[in-house]
């Protein structure tokens, strides 16, 4: 199957005709976070205050890259496991997160709010961590410096590979590509 | 008596971290590139096809194979006849590791307290296990050791009626329900005896051996080959997608146990797996 090409941050219409399984390249901006500094998100949403960085309509990739060498954006950037963030989810999907991106299953709680808000679960491949971060053209810290590899970076990234994991229409391509194969 | 001294473990340990994340061995490649010529499924052949393009641009480029580059776990085999001098062995390592990591463009993964969470700035301390051997060498063997699938590990003390198939439906229950989550298709370890302790440190151990390589010992080889056609109808597949091939290998190592026990651990390692090993 070929890949779909789309450009962030995605329309709803795009996250509409996404289904499990779609081989999809984006390219534009994307937002890494994952365990420390969605803890911290979600405080401040529950706080009331304002995020450092507007994430409304926007994809939150779950990496923590390896440091770039001199003369790279960025290192090693493959995806962490999504389920540690199943916590914090949903609130950000509230507050206007349409994409994430990282590997393995979602919780009922998060593929419910993926339907609820029309957003969409990409999954990476974490061992190609090394493609991936050459797909990554810039890299900047915008929010959290203390957190190190957990900093919020903003990338900017062309042709990313990712498959559609949840959709909005409640596909998951963890159950439907097991189902397949299963003895 | 042989003298090593402190400083060329700290040297030895620093280069094997760096190559250990940019260049997968032999091995593994091997293991992969066996999975990509019987996978089934359309997306897992491409799974794997990238994986080993991944390899290749690690190696190439220098980039590390993952993003996570693991809690470093030395593996120590000591030498009775050796004696090392002008320090104290574990910041010798510690030191090897700080450098590997730092000079190596690296991530720093390891927080100091688990509660409290600050990151040490350079992945030590390192995990170390010591053997006091015969002989007047050290071998280290270094596991870069990814979270994600650690974290999917488990251990059973079943009892001694639940047997053979009581080990067998845990050690595939565990991966069924870890799924895609730890990066499959995956290296298994499995410990079996010993006590609650000895038996993962046997699963973690386990992970040293050459993958795909079957234990010298006949019925454990039978088992492993067992356990590996049970995970591989599991459907899992490459990155979790679908498919035959959820694990690459398993490795079973055994120990004298209780008459009243039968502990069994599980450690999985992802598609990144890391090991290496230097004798010095």
């Known amino acids: 199957m070929n890949p779909t090409a789309l450009k962030t941050p995605l329309a709803p219409a795009d996250i509409e005709r996404l289904h499990a399984g779609d081989e999809v390249l984006l390219s534009g901006v994307i937002y890494t976070a994952r365990d420390a500094a969605h803890e911290r998100l979600v405080r401040m949403i529950a706080s009331g205050d304002p995020l450092p960085v507007d994430l409304s309509g926007e994809i939150i990739y779950y990496c923590g890259p390896t440091p770039a060498r001199p003369g790279r954006p960025i290192g090693s950037a493959g ?50 961590a090394a493609l991936l971060g050459r797909c990554v053209r810039s890299a900047e810290i915008v929010a959290f410096p203390d957190l190190g590899a957990e900093a919020i970076h903003r990338l900017v990234v062309e042709r990313f590979p990712v498959v559609v994991a949840n959709d909005c229409h409640g596909g998951d391509v963890y159950d439907e590509g097991r189902a397949k194969f299963r003895r | 008596m042989r003298t090593v001294p402190a400083e060329a473990i700290t040297a030895a340990l620093r280069d094997l971290c760096i190559t250990i994340n940019h260049r997968m061995s032999a091995d593994m490649l091997a293991a992969l590139e066996r999975a990509h010529a019987a996978e089934e499924s359309e997306i897992g052949r491409t799974v794997l096809a990238r994986l080993l393009e991944n390899a290749r641009v690690a190696r190439e480029e220098w980039f590390p194979i993952c993003q996570d580059t693991g809690t470093a776990v030395v593996f120590m085999d000591l030498g009775q006849d050796v004696h090392v001098t002008g320090g ?193």
């Open chain 1, 79 to 128: 995806p962490t496991t999504a389920s540690r963030m199943d916590p914090y989810a949903p609130a950000l999907l509230e507050h206007g997160v349409r994409g994430m991106i990282g590997k393995g299953r979602r919780s009922a709680a998060v593929k419910d709010a993926i339907r609820r808000f029309g957003a969409v679960y990409f999954a990476a491949v974490e061992g190609t």
């Open chain 2, 88 to 280: 104290d062995i574990q910041s010798a390592i510690d030191e090897g590791v700080r450098r590997g990591y730092r000079e190596g463009y690296l991530r720093a993964s390891v927080v100091r307290a688990p509660l409290d969470r600050q990151n040490t700035g350079d992945n030590t301390p390192a995990i170390v296990y010591t053997r006091i051997v015969p002989g007047d060498r050290v071998t280290l063997s270094v596991l870069a050791k990814g979270a994600g699938c650690d974290n999917m590990s488990r251990l059973a003390m079943l009892t001694p009626a639940d047997g053979r198939d009581g080990v067998v439906d845990f050690v595939t229950r565990t991966i069924a329900e870890a799924g895609p989550n730890p990066s499959p298709p995956l290296v298994v370890g499995v410990g079996l005896g010993g006590t609650f302790e000895q038996a993962a440190l046997l699963a973690k151990r386990a992970l040293l051996r050459p993958v795909g390589a079957p234990s010298p010992d006949p019925g454990a080889a039978a088992l492993e080959a067992e356990l590996l056609r049970h995970i591989n109808d599991l459907g899992i597949g490459p990155g979790g997608f679908g498919g035959r091939i959820t694990a690459l290998a398993v490795h079973v190592e055994q120990h004298p146990t209780h008459i009243a026990s039968l502990p069994v651990a599980v450690n999985l390692d992802c598609h990144s797996h890391r090991a290496g090993q230097v004798v010095l």
